[in-house]
Structure formats: structure tokens, C-alpha cells
């Protein structure tokens, strides 16, 4: 089966609830990568990189809270996820399917994808780093990087990935386009997503053409202790503090 097809069966299945698929092979990932982050897959091995859209909250996360009777999970948004890649499995009866979801831990609490390097592999969006700067003004300070899609900015949220251990088929890399151009725009962008994410500002860094609903940003505000109340469920049935403040 060519490629286009496995993606257009994959699209078919996850592009309604508000995903994007973007196609990659492990080995292009493995090179960026130190050792202890490698994927033990042969490097061409067929995988997708997995974003949520601004709308994915509407059209799979509202229905799939409406769908539960009660709130009892760490966090329904990556049920819902995860709800999706089963729904994905079983319509494809034929693959083997493996996913990992991007706030997977090993033991040791390694995160078991780095998803920010597998969207700038599959093109999908390029992941600006400290490194990308002709002149670094940080000195000491620890500076985390970002990734910028060239559609959403910074409106979207890495899911994880698929990997189908048994597809080995040709695929052509493509860069993902670099849509912040000069070292002051980089600047502000880094700054932005390190010291002030709260205030969304990076996620506006270029013209996007969708942005998360006022609903949605609201939800992602809550504290995860209120979240199950904002979505209509009784106050006993609420979600773990544990994951305070993740806002993806
Ligand atoms: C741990 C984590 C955190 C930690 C630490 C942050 C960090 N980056 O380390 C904390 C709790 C601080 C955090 C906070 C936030 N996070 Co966070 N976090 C993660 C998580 C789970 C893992 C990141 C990680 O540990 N990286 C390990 C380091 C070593 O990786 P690295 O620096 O990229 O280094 C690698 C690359 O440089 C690569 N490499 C080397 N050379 C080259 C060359 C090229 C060209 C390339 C492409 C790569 C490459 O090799 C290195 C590894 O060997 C990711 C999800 C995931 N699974 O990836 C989300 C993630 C990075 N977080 C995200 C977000 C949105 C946030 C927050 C805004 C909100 C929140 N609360 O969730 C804040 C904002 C950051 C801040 N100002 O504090 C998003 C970022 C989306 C984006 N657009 O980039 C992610 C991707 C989650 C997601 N599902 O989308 N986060």
C-alpha cells in the first residue's frame, strides 16, 4: 500500500475530530535526538506526528465529555485522546498500530516522545530553540524551546505519535516552513513561551487563522480540581490536581 493511502485511511479517521497527521519515518528522528531518547524502530519505519487544532475541542472533546456519565479520570482531554487512537486501531484492522502520547513517562520520568522534535522532522512545525539564535543573550538561564505551526502559531497542541512497525515505504522529508525570520522575532517568541505563556502572546507570534474559543482557553485556565464542574458535572466528580496547570 502506497503511503498516500495508509494517510488518507489515518486523515479519514482522526481530520473530522480536529487532528492533522503529518507523516515521518523514526530514523529521522533518531539522528536529532541523544541516544537515551532514541526509538527502538528500524530508522524506516513509517509513524505520524499527531496535533490537535484549535477546533478539536469542539468537535472530539465536547462530544466525548458528553458522552461519560461520570468524571473520574487524571484528565479527560488525553482519554479522549487515547479514545481516539483505540477507535483508530480497530477501524484498521489490517496494521499494527503503537502510540504514544505526548505526556507519556518512562519509570525514571523521561518522556517517552519528544514531540516538539518529531513536528519539526515531519514538517509540521518548526521547533525554535535557543540554538536557532545567531546572537544568545541568556547566558546561565535555562531556555525551553517552541514550535510554531505556520496555520495555528502557537493554537495547537502535540497528541503524540503513531508508529506502524511493520510499514517500511519511501517518503521524501520536507522542512517545515520557518515562519519567524529574524533573531528579534525569535527573541520575543522564546521569552514569550519561557517567562509569560500564561498571557498566550506567544501562541500569537505570526497571523493565525484560528485561535482556541474563549471556552476552550477558559477550561485550560481552570484549575484541574474545577475543570469537572465547567463541564457540567457534580463537584465530587472532579479531575486530580495532579495535572494543575498543563494548558495545551
Ligand atoms: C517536561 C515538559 C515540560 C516541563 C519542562 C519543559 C521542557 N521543555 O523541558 C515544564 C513543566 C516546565 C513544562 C511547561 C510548559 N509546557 Co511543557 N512539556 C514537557 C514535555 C512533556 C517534555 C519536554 C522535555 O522534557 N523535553 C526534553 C528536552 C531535553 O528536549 P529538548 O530540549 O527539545 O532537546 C531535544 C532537542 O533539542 C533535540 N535536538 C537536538 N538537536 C536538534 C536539532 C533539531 C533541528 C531538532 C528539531 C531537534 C534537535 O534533541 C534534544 C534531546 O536529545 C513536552 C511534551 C513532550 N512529550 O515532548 C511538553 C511541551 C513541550 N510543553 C508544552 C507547553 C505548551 C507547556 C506550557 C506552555 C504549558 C503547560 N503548563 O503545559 C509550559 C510553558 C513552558 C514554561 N514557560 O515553563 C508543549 C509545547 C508546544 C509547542 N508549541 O512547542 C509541549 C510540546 C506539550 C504538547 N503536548 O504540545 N513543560
Given at each position: 500500500m502506497a503511503l498516500e493511502v495508509l494517510q488518507k485511511s489515518v486523515e479519514a479517521l482522526l481530520g473530522p475530530q480536529g487532528f492533522e497527521l503529518h507523516p515521518f519515518k523514526i530514523g529521522w528522528y533518531n539522528e536529532k535526538v541523544?541516544?537515551?531518547?532514541?526509538?527502538?524502530?528500524?530508522?524506516d519505519t513509517i509513524a505520524f506526528c499527531v496535533l490537535s487544532t484549535p477546533s478539536m475541542y469542539e468537535k472530539a472533546f465536547l462530544p466525548y465529555v458528553r458522552s461519560?456519565?461520570?468524571?473520574?479520570?487524571?484528565?479527560p482531554l488525553d482519554d479522549c485522546v487515547a479514545h481516539q487512537y483505540q477507535c483508530l486501531k480497530e477501524s484498521l484492522p489490517d496494521y499494527k498500530i503503537e502510540t504514544i502520547q505526548d505526556y507519556e513517562l518512562h519509570?525514571?520520568?523521561?518522556?517517552?516522545?519528544?514531540v516538539q522534535t518529531v513536528g519539526h522532522v515531519a514538517g509540521a512545525a518548526y521547533y525554535y530553540q535557543?540554538?536557532?539564535?545567531?546572537?544568545?543573550?541568556?547566558?546561565?538561564k535555562k531556555i525551553f524551546g517552541v514550535s510554531i505551526h505556520p496555520k495555528y502559531g502557537g493554537w495547537f497542541a502535540f497528541r503524540g505519535i503513531l508508529i506502524f512497525p511493520e510499514v517500511q515505504l519511501p517518503l521524501v522529508q520536507r522542512d517545515p516552513p520557518?515562519?519567524?525570520?529574524?533573531d528579534d522575532a525569535l527573541k520575543y517568541l522564546l521569552d514569550q513561551f519561557n517567562d509569560?505563556?500564561?498571557?498566550?502572546k506567544y501562541r500569537d507570534c505570526i497571523d493565525v487563522v484560528e485561535r482556541y474559543s474563549q471556552e476552550q482557553i477558559e477550561y485550560f485556565m481552570t484549575p484541574p480540581s474545577q475543570r469537572g464542574k465547567l463541564l457540567?458535572?457534580?463537584?465530587?466528580?472532579t479531575i486530580a490536581e495532579s495535572v494543575a496547570d498543563r494548558f495545551h
Open positions: 541523544q541516544s537515551i531518547f532514541y526509538l527502538p524502530y528500524h530508522k461519560l456519565t461520570a468524571l473520574t479520570s487524571r484528565d519509570p525514571n520520568r523521561r518522556p517517552k516522545v519528544l535557543r540554538s536557532d539564535m545567531k546572537h544568545d543573550p541568556w547566558g546561565e520557518n515562519v519567524i525570520k529574524t509569560n505563556w500564561k498571557e498566550n457540567g458535572f457534580s463537584a465530587d466528580e
